[in-house]
């Protein structure tokens, strides 16, 4: 037995999207093929209580949003984007790339989104405007007859932005899908 029906059809998403990071918020850097992208909100909700009259205000503290997901390509370059500084990046073009880490302490903050695109074009999309590298490398190392590739687990952590206007400090989710009659 059904307890409601759909409401809105249109706003029924589906699929999994691009995860791209920036240093800068305009050039993006596409991290390529992924598993298991998640988005998460959290806070700490802190409620104010007096003996006598009852709740006086209720408020939230360490507000933060998390996005990540299995990367399946391992490219170091991207990799050390990801990781906001704390590694060392060499390249010979053509033959190999080294990831050193050890000694750097400071973490440099970039923006990380994930957008989905539906079938018409139109785009769901939710942004980091400052997040960090929460996680270090972890690497599971699949049998050489597995089908699963190795993947390297990433999860950017979003911290406020104090430089942007209050209520707009963290992320932003947009999205296109369902607000037009074409969909």
């Known amino acids: 037995m059904s307890q409601t029906s759909v409401q809105e059809s249109t706003k029924i998403q589906f699929g999994s999207g691009k995860f791209e990071v920036s ?3 305009v050039e993006w850097i596409d991290l390529g093929a992924m598993r298991n992208i998640v988005w998460n909100e959290s806070w700490e909700k802190v409620t104010v209580k007096s003996d006598n009259a009852g709740i006086i205000k209720t408020k939230i503290k360490n507000h933060q949003a998390t996005l990540g997901g299995d990367v399946m390509e391992l490219n170091l370059e991207k990799l050390n984007v990801v990781r906001g500084g704390i590694d060392e990046y060499e390249t010979t073009p053509g033959v190999s790339e080294t990831l050193s880490s050890g000694g750097k302490t400071t973490i440099t903050p970039i923006q990380a989104k994930v957008t989905n695109e539906n079938e ?3 785009i769901f999309r939710a942004t980091l405007f400052k997040a960090s590298n929460n996680k270090g490398i972890e690497i599971n190392f699949q049998p050489d007859d597995a089908d699963d590739p190795n993947m390297v687990a990433i999860e950017m952590q979003g911290d406020l932005d104090v430089t942007r206007d209050k209520g707009k400090q963290l992320f ?8 037009s009659v074409s969909s």
Not at 172 to 179: R, T
Request: aromatic residues 8%; hydrophobic residues 20%; charged residues 35%.
């Open 23 to 25: 240093v800068d918020g």
């Open 120 to 122: 018409v074009g139109e």
């Open 172 to 179: 932003e989710l947009y999205n296109e899908q369902g607000e």
